[in-house]
């Protein structure tokens, strides 16, 4: 069967993005009963066979990354998302507004859905140490992620 030269032109273009591909498939094509077609070797663009120019790839073994790291476990800090303190401080008040469940399963769902809708900080303080307040433009952040989670939550609640 013929190819047309759109076909060829991409087997060609393959070839030289995918090299190591390109002869597997050749030596899959191989394997195949000799056809017609088959007579003819694959040449690259300066007219060589392919087996002549194709360079046997060296498949390599990853390497270990050794990173010096201090043990994250350590008893005096603990990494705390500031976003998440701000969340539970403010669901009270904001549910308090709102005329919905006030269940434990759908104070959970709404807390989940107001921090996926906030960037997390995260700061490392000492065990028991409180966290810091946020700023008024993040309080805000936190109300309304807050307020879109009740509606949501209230709209379709999950019990």
Do not use: W
Not at 107 to 123: S, T
Not at 141 to 150: R, S
């Amino acid at each position: 069967m013929a190819r047309s030269k759109k076909e060829i032109d991409k087997e060609l273009m393959y070839k030289k993005l995918m090299p190591s591909q390109s002869r597997r498939r050749a030596s899959a094509e191989e394997s195949k009963p000799a056809g017609p077609a088959a007579a003819v070797p694959a040449a690259d663009s300066a007219g060589q066979p392919e087996s002549a120019t194709a360079v046997p790839s060296a498949r390599r073994t990853p390497e270990v990354h050794k990173v010096s790291v201090p043990a994250l476990d350590s008893p005096q800090t603990e990494v705390v998302n500031v976003m998440e303190s701000a969340v539970l401080s403010k669901l009270e008040a904001v549910l308090s507004r709102f005329t919905c469940c006030r269940c434990d399963r759908c104070k959970k769902d709404i807390v989940a859905l107001a921090l996926n809708k906030l960037p997390p900080k995260y700061m490392v303080l000492t065990r028991g140490q409180r966290a810091p307040d946020v700023d008024a433009q993040t309080n805000a952040q936190v109300v309304t992620a807050l307020i879109q989670a009740v509606i949501r939550v209230r709209a379709k609640p999950r019990h």
